[in-house]
């Protein structure tokens, strides 16, 4: 009889220690401590400071959070078809970002390739920037009749404002500002480079046609690589990330009932 007492008393001893790490039971449910170290590692990952008030207060919303959440149970709203449906949502979300950040941990962009990177963009940029107005029409025919205008005299900017279907240069008079050959259409930036100041031409994009007058041009340095590095970095995090998601893509077997099969 006395071995059974004694045994009795251990296991209630052992039961306090394990509910004594945790940082409170509500209706003899405990909050777990693993629940509070998480939120303490994701507030101080996002640079917020902690002291013991903050903790005591995450605390006091976890207890008065399980209070509801026990009462919600009770009601069954967990069992609603909405809420199962937000619910799979949610957990589909988390295990998708949780993926993706694993990703990213195990496959860390090197400064090699930021530096590289750097290197090409700077190539493509050029060390010269530009000044230009443009008027741009949608034919050909309307480009030709505007060149041969500005032949004989006529303001451009005039023409621009009355003519330009660029809503974001025409009410400027074409004016674009300065800008780098390498940060336009291809076709554009060719044609500015190959011009001289106050010439002017007509060139063909995939945005129609464009009556390009060169205003001026001037060296340039671009940013300092210390001052970029971070957002190249961030852009081929995003490229592999594309790249990751496109391959799972192209290799999963999708059948997507929603799309109507071609011909019906």
Avoid at 120 to 131: H, I, M, V, W
Avoid at 140 to 151: C, F, G, P, R, V
Avoid at 177 to 183: A, D
Wanted: net charge neutral; proline share 4%.
């Amino acid at each position: 009889m006395k071995k059974i007492v004694i045994t009795a008393l251990l296991l209630g001893c052992a039961s306090l220690a394990v509910h004594a790490a945790d940082p409170a039971i509500v209706n003899g449910k405990p909050i777990k401590q693993s629940l509070l170290d998480f939120i303490i590692k994701d507030a101080l990952s996002s640079g917020k400071q902690l002291d013991d008030a903050a903790r005591a207060n995450i605390i006091e919303k976890l207890i008065t959070s399980e209070v509801i959440d026990q009462e919600a149970q009770k009601a069954g709203v967990d069992k609603q078809p909405d809420f199962v449906a937000r619910e799979d949502l949610t957990r589909r979300e988390l295990r998708v970002n949780a993926y993706l950040e694993d990703f990213i941990r195990k496959n860390p962009i090197s400064e090699q390739a930021v530096q590289a990177e750097y290197d090409t963009l700077k190539s493509q940029l050029g060390d010269k920037e530009y000044k230009a107005s443009h008027i741009l029409v949608k034919t050909e025919q309307e480009a030709k009749d505007i060149s041969d205008q500005l032949a004989k005299g006529a303001d451009f900017g005039k023409i621009a404002k009355e003519k330009s279907i660029d809503l974001g240069s025409n009410e400027k008079g074409g004016d674009l500002g300065w800008f780098l050959p390498g940060s336009v259409v291809k076709p554009f930036g060719d044609a500015v480079v190959g011009l001289k100041k106050g010439a002017e031409v007509t060139v063909h994009t995939e945005f129609g046609w464009h009556v390009i007058r060169l205003e001026d041009s001037r060296e340039t340095q671009p940013p300092p690589f210390d001052n970029v590095k971070n957002e190249i970095r961030n852009n081929l995090q995003r490229q592999q990330v594309d790249k990751l998601v496109s391959g799972l893509r192209a290799k999963a077997k999708v059948v997507n009932n929603t799309v109507e099969a071609p011909g019906k």
